[in-house]
């Protein structure tokens, strides 16, 4: 089991990324563990697409959003940082350790991070053992 | 049986009705079994003789107000979480105060019926309030209980059972004066560790058989259509699968974010008896210790959910957090 990578669940807020390469790199050359989410605006991230991913069997979840007053729609990630703040939290109650569930909020200038977050936080992830709460979707597909 | 307190509800309920001030008076009447109070509607004011309010009135009124036509003009016998639903409800302009007439009534707290019947042969014939004790007749026998020992969960943990808002407040003791925000009782939960809390809410959202009376009872959920019943795209398990049950007491807790009041009537209406409200509680304690938020009681603070704060603190703090990690 453990030698398999981590499966990440990247969320990613379509306007974060300033630099089209790291823009392309992320729609094409991800790893194969990392799934991408591309959404109009992180505050599109609804608690229950998170909920799907941790149940879906995502050892990790990673925001990125843009900074506060730097958001295409205005208040989006404002929004969203409230709710999945909150959520992270509900959730590490509930037995998903919020070391997990990480936000990143993409500074206009950043450049070549993006690459560099995820080689970090997958690091992190293998340190750790895998999750098993609320996996239950897909312990019943392996049961199925 | 009629005492004081409903002599009060009636005449007020009759001046009410009498007087044209409201079109209907939402309260409670004796249900067809004898232990159970059921919601009336009562539109003439020869009919408020029926009204009574105890504490086998388990659901929580506030609901009824999302069923009624635009434009009535609704008078409500209110306890303290009725007015606080009320209140969060007139907040999310759901209803017009102005329209409302509320008839309040300081809460003695709840009665749980699994508490008055520990065993599954008894069956309940009758239940009297007398004062500080009740009298529970089973078919096998009498007993005499404390009040205190037989109330509901959320009850005991309540910190505001005096209405708040009420046009009129009806002149009866409640159950306690108001007190601070209290949810001491949740720091046991927060001690678990991680595998001891998944498995405490594991072995509650397992049982659950997805009927929805938990969303049924909630004035809170005020939802057109529920994420549970969309079928395309289907959001998640609708069927009773752990993933499914889990998904539905996650997310129904999390949408009360700042918006439960604590009313329990999810718990009283589930058939499972499965406990939920301290997911929602944990939640509210969360939103009180980060914002200073209180479901329902401000008329005037907006929940933080539905306010849009830059939250320099709190959000720098993070950010450090992140690169040092």
């Known amino acids: ?144 | 049986m009629t005492n004081t307190r409903d002599q009060k509800i009636q005449a007020e309920a009759r001046r009410l009705l009498q007087d044209g001030v409201v079109d209907v008076v939402i309260g409670f009447t004796r249900g067809t079994l004898p232990y159970r109070m059921q919601p009336c509607f009562i539109q003439e004011a020869d009919e408020t003789t029926c009204l009574e309010m105890n504490g086998l009135c388990s659901n929580n009124l506030a609901i009824y107000l999302n069923h009624r036509p635009r434009g009535e003009r609704i008078a409500m016998v209110v306890r303290g979480c009725e007015s606080r639903a009320i209140q969060a409800l007139v907040l999310e302009n759901r209803h017009a105060r102005d329209a409302l007439y509320l008839i309040g009534v300081p809460c003695t707290g709840i009665l749980d019926l699994q508490k008055v019947q520990p065993r599954e042969q008894d069956a309940i014939l009758s239940i009297q309030e007398e004062g500080d004790q009740v009298r529970v007749i089973l078919s096998s026998g009498e007993k005499l209980l404390n009040r205190s020992d037989v109330l509901h969960s959320a009850c005991v943990h309540c910190n505001h059972p005096v209405p708040i808002n009420a046009d009129e407040i009806i002149d009866e003791p409640g159950l306690f004066e108001e007190r601070s925000f209290d949810k001491s009782y949740l720091d046991a939960f927060r001690g678990l560790t991680l595998d001891e809390r998944y498995e405490r809410f594991r072995e509650e959202a397992e049982r659950c058989v997805r009927c929805y009376a938990c969303r049924e009872a909630c004035p809170m959920c005020t939802c057109e259509e529920c994420f549970v019943d969309h079928s395309r795209p289907q959001w998640t398990d609708s069927t009773i699968c752990p993933a499914g049950q889990q998904a539905w007491h996650i997310i129904r807790a999390f949408h009360q974010t700042g918006r439960c009041v604590s009313c329990g009537a999810c718990e009283r209406a589930c058939p499972m008896n499965i406990k939920m409200t301290y997911l929602t509680d944990l939640l509210n304690r969360d939103v009180f210790e980060e914002y200073g938020f209180e479901p329902g009681l401000d008329p005037a603070l907006m929940p933080p959910f539905l306010t849009l704060g830059q939250d320099k603190e709190k959000f720098t703090a993070q950010q450090e957090g992140q690169h040092a990690s």
């Not at chain 1, 992320?26 to 799934?35: I, M, R, W």
């Not at chain 1, 959404?39 to 050892?59: E, F, M, T």
């Not at chain 1, 909020?105 to 936080?121: A, N, P, T, Y």
Request: with cysteine.
């Open chain 1, 1 to 144: 089991m453990n030698q398999t990578r981590p499966a990440i669940v990247l969320f990613q807020c379509q306007y974060c990324l300033a630099s089209s390469v790291d823009q392309y790199w992320v729609e094409h050359e991800l790893p194969a563990n990392v799934k991408l989410v591309k959404v109009p605006c992180s505050g599109r991230i609804d608690p229950l697409y998170v909920l799907n991913a941790v149940q879906g069997g995502a050892d990790g979840i990673m925001v990125c959003g843009c900074m506060p007053e730097k958001c295409h729609y205005k208040e989006g990630n404002l929004h969203a940082r409230r709710v999945l703040a909150e959520f992270r939290n509900f959730l590490h109650l509930l037995g998903y350790s919020q070391e997990r569930f990480v936000f990143h909020w993409m500074h206009i200038d950043e450049r070549g991070v993006i690459q560099s977050l995820l080689k970090d936080f997958e690091e992190k992830l293998e340190k750790m053992s895998p999750p098993v709460h609320l996996k239950t979707r897909a312990f019943s597909r392996e049961n199925a």
